[in-house]
Nanobody, 119 residues
Framework: QVQLVESGGGLVQPGESLRLSCAAS????????MTWYRQAPGKERELVAR????????NYADSVKGRFTISRDNAKNTVYLQMNSLKPEDTAEYYC????????????WGQGTQVTVSS
């Protein structure tokens, strides 16, 4: 059974930081591209950050470039999202996604963790 479990969300004030974690089990973690998505109520799900299977390449949404950093530890089967200088518009449910691309795409989702940035 594949499981992705996010943690680290919470309530913070603007300008503060959070680190999200996503622990994976039941899959060969080092084969998967890992992506953080987020979705605010009434809005479309958006890609936040992505990291290649070996950790050598990353991609970020323009809105988080320079503030967020994605990383992974394949020995721990965990991907992280370091979020600095948080803004109210970062408020959303954050989801971890694992995907492999071959003849067909196979992907898995975590249950999500809430991030709220408010004064």
């Amino acid at each position: 059974q594949v499981q992705l479990v996010e943690s680290g969300g919470g309530l913070v004030q603007p300008g503060e930081s959070l680190r999200l974690s996503c622990a994976a089990s039941g899959l060969t973690f080092s084969r998967y591209v890992m992506t953080w998505y987020r979705q605010a109520p009434g809005k479309e799900r958006e890609l936040v950050a992505r990291i290649s299977s070996a950790g050598g390449s990353t991609n970020y949404a323009d809105s988080v470039k320079g503030r967020f950093t994605i990383s992974r530890d394949n020995a721990k089967n965990t991907v992280y999202l370091q979020m600095n200088s948080l803004k109210p518009e970062d408020t959303a449910e954050y989801y971890c996604n694992a995907a492999v691309y071959g003849v067909a795409k196979v992907e898995y989702w975590g249950q999500g963790t809430q991030v709220t940035v408010s004064s």
